[in-house]
């Protein structure tokens, strides 16, 4: 089954009392047993919910895994990766990585006795130096955020298998059309579904998809006993964003490329990062990878101070100045006072979070409107 179909079939199956073609919301908390402990696979609405397995069936396909979770927040399915380590564990991540996973991991876990080693990671040999006896998990975004960073994921499940450690890869910029982390070598994908998955700002949710049933077990616990679960009108929500996920993709990626190509030679910017320039670093292992190159792009405004900074991301009328992507509307983001607020600034700038650098996630509008309005911003 190819990918627009899986979006649109996979988990959905006819209500079975109605025929209805859309998946019910069960909005119930609990089940009717016929005695205790016999009942239809459904005791506690925490652990397992109908609309919520329908699509966990359906993004376990589109990643083309065996095994979904669901989670109340992506920062949910991250922290239940994390819980299953123990105080001694070392962990090596990038150091462009999303502000939300390095508070988590500085400020949550480490107290716990985690390790962490926020590394270069588009450098194979650079993730391999840095492998001891106590690592047990590689923690991978690729496209990073904000910068763009390219890291692959084939040669990073080459290290995780020959020392036996499990490789989780953040696959939300990306999404499961652009790019399939198990499928080159990855234990565990994460998405941040709010992003492309869910597709219209409207759910917070997350996702893991895997194929070891071990690793799911361990999970699948961590997942009732610690409850970042989420509703099920949040998974009707998702499953009906899933639907269009291959046109909005093919649309993203079509103004993406219009856009980056509109600012690679624009006076103003001083730097872009798009991955689908040749010259992007790693640009080969992002075509080897990645069936196309998405709607993210970070420009750094030339010669601009903060306060500069801050006119051009409110001067926008079509972008919306806001958090989070991966939306049907057209976003702007300031990385080093919103999402990336939380690392300090010498870390964010020793890898480009600079204070003038702009994140755009470009949308699905028509593209001669948002050209005209990069065009107005920028002057």
Not at 290 to 311: C, H, P, Q
Request: charged share 20%; glycine share 8%; with cysteine.
């Amino acid at each position: 089954m190819k990918f627009g179909t899986k979006a649109i079939h996979a988990g959905a199956e006819p209500d079975p009392t109605t025929g209805a073609i859309m998946t019910p919301i069960y909005q119930t908390s609990t089940y009717v047993q016929e005695s205790p402990g016999v009942n239809k696979g459904y005791a506690y609405a925490r652990g397992k919910n109908p609309t919520r397995a329908a699509l966990e069936k359906n993004i376990a396909a589109l990643e083309d895994g065996k095994y979904c979770l669901c989670f109340s927040s992506g920062m949910g399915a991250t922290d239940a990766v994390i819980k299953t380590l123990r105080p001694g564990d070392e962990v090596i991540t990038g150091d462009d990585l999303y502000g939300g996973s390095y508070r988590m991991f500085t400020k949550v876990f480490a107290p716990y006795g985690i390790k962490f080693h926020f590394i270069n990671m588009t450098d194979t040999e650079n993730i391999r130096k840095h492998v001891n006896a106590n690592t047990k998990l590689i923690w991978a975004e690729t496209p990073t955020n904000p910068t763009m960073q390219i890291i692959d994921i084939e040669a990073c499940a080459g290290i995780a298998k020959e020392h036996n450690i499990i490789l989780a890869v953040d696959n939300t910029f990306a999404s499961p059309y652009l790019q399939n982390p198990l499928a080159l070598g990855a234990d565990i994908v994460m998405h941040s579904v709010t992003k492309y998955l869910g597709g219209h700002s409207d759910v917070v949710m997350g996702a893991l998809i895997v194929n070891d049933e071990k690793i799911y077990a361990d999970l699948s616990f961590i997942h009732n006993s610690c409850g970042a679960t989420p509703g099920p009108m949040d998974s009707f929500l998702v499953m009906r964003g899933i639907k269009t996920l291959h046109l909005r993709m093919e649309r993203h990626c079509f103004n993406g490329r219009k856009v980056a190509e509109y600012l690679k030679t624009h006076p103003r910017i001083a730097k872009i990062y798009w991955p689908g320039f040749e010259d992007h670093p790693n640009h080969a292992i992002a075509k080897k990878q990645m069936r196309d190159f998405g709607g993210m792009i970070s420009i750094v405004l030339k010669n601009a101070t903060i306060e500069d900074t801050f006119r051009v991301a409110s001067s926008f009328h079509v972008f919306s100045l806001a958090e989070s992507l991966g939306g049907v509307e057209s976003l702007i983001n300031h990385p080093a006072t919103m999402t990336h607020a939380s690392i300090p600034k010498a870390e964010r700038e020793r890898v480009g979070v600079v204070d003038n650098l702009l994140r755009l996630s470009v949308g699905v509008e028509d593209i001669e409107d948002l050209l005209e309005d990069l065009k107005q911003a920028l002057g």
